[in-house]
């Protein structure tokens, strides 16, 4: 059977770097660990310690980020609504507006047919006046 000795980490920046315990890794002849109460492993708790405060602030930066993100997120989503309502009623505005220039052409031949009529009766008057 191996004999995995135990792990202490150590953090660098943001990186977590895992190096085996000098003390676990060589134990004394009866197999004990080499460190003791007062030295060692009062050292090895104050790392394992400052490796639980830097985890700490790792893990809360990025909760940190994450919730801005979501923020931002929530927002983007809002900002999408408000257009998408836009856009519904500028497709609404477009249609009327292409229904009243249609009316307008009508309009418009129509108002060019009584022209013509009203061209034709008036030259029609003056030949007969003539």
């Excluded at 890794?25 to 639980?52: E, I, M, Q, W, Y």
């Amino acid at each position: 059977m191996v004999h995995v000795p135990p792990i202490d980490a150590v953090g660098f920046g943001q990186e977590l770097v895992m190096i085996p315990s000098i003390e676990d890794a060589c134990p004394t002849k009866d197999g004990t660990s080499a460190s003791t109460p007062s030295g060692n492993a009062s050292k090895r708790n104050s790392l394992h310690f400052s490796v639980l405060i830097r985890c700490r602030r790792i893990l809360l930066r990025r909760r940190r980020k994450c919730e801005a993100l979501h923020a931002h997120l929530v927002w983007v989503e809002s900002e999408l609504t408000a257009v998408r309502k836009a856009t519904t009623n500028v497709e609404k505005l477009l249609k009327e507006l292409e229904k009243g220039m249609q009316v307008v052409k009508v309009e418009v031949h129509q108002m060019g047919e009584k022209k013509e009529v009203a061209k034709a009766k008036c030259k029609d008057t003056e030949q007969e006046s003539d």
